[in-house]
């Protein structure tokens, strides 16, 4: 069975300090992974996805099979980057289901 | 505006009532899913759905009952709430062509 992993329930970061946030995972195939993000307020969005190799909100994401991890990295992070974090896996094939991890809270210090 | 819509937003009933859930999807998706969302933010997935008339129990065992008659609605009943049921519920859909979710705005429910 998948399983996602964010060992940090909370991470703390001054403004345009470096950030990283974790996840290893668990899953014997070819995942597919995700960063949601949930601002104060706001409905859980998608941040980015593995399968893209894109940057949004200056915020990168690689894929590292050999560790199986997907950590998520900004080099500056704002005051607005302040929210819940999950990092989630797609097993692919036909099981459509999304595994999330437990979520990281990001506070990002003025 | 293709979305995904739950009502109501804030629910607070007491023991022994009956509730539905409303999730309502404009955008076409096959796929729904319901989480429930504790206070720690863990997300646990309780019902899903990848088509009309198919309904399938998630990874959390879950009192509440799921039933998807048209391809853009999927309800979430709970025939007798109780306090353990208070929660935030959040409603998913899915095109599996774009990959990820997108998510409703949730149901904070509150039983007393």
């Known amino acids: 069975a998948q399983r996602v992993t964010q060992p940090e329930k909370l991470l703390s970061v001054f403004k345009g300090a470096p950030v990283e946030l974790k996840c290893n995972y668990s899953y014997s195939g070819s995942p597919e992974l995700f960063w949601y993000v949930q601002y104060s307020r706001q409905r859980l969005q998608l941040l980015l996805r593995?399968?893209s190799r894109e940057s949004i909100k200056g915020f990168t994401a690689d894929l590292n099979k050999g560790e199986t991890s997907f950590h998520l990295k900004k080099p500056f992070a704002q005051e607005e980057d302040s929210a819940m974090y999950y990092c989630a896996l797609d097993s692919g094939g036909s099981n459509y289901k999304l595994t999330f991890g437990k979520g990281t809270l990001l506070t990002v210090n003025p | 505006e293709a979305d995904i819509y739950q009502t109501p937003r804030y629910l607070v009933i007491g023991t022994g009532k009956k509730i539905t859930l409303e999730c309502s999807q404009t955008?076409?998706?096959?796929?729904m899913y319901w989480y429930q969302q504790d206070p720690g933010m863990e997300l646990h997935l309780i019902h899903y759905?990848?088509?009309?008339?198919?309904?399938e129990k998630g990874d959390l065992s879950s009192e509440s009952t799921v039933s998807r008659i048209r391809t853009e609605h999927f309800p979430l009943t709970l025939e007798s709430a109780r306090p353990s049921h208070t929660s935030q519920y959040l409603c998913?859909?899915?095109?599996?062509?774009?990959?990820?979710?997108?998510f409703g705005s949730g149901t904070r429910l509150t039983v007393v």
């Open positions: 759905s990848y088509g009309v008339n198919s309904t």
């Open positions: 998913a859909s899915s095109d599996r062509g774009t990959y990820g979710y997108t």
């Open positions: 955008m076409g998706h096959d796929k």
């Open positions: 593995h399968i």
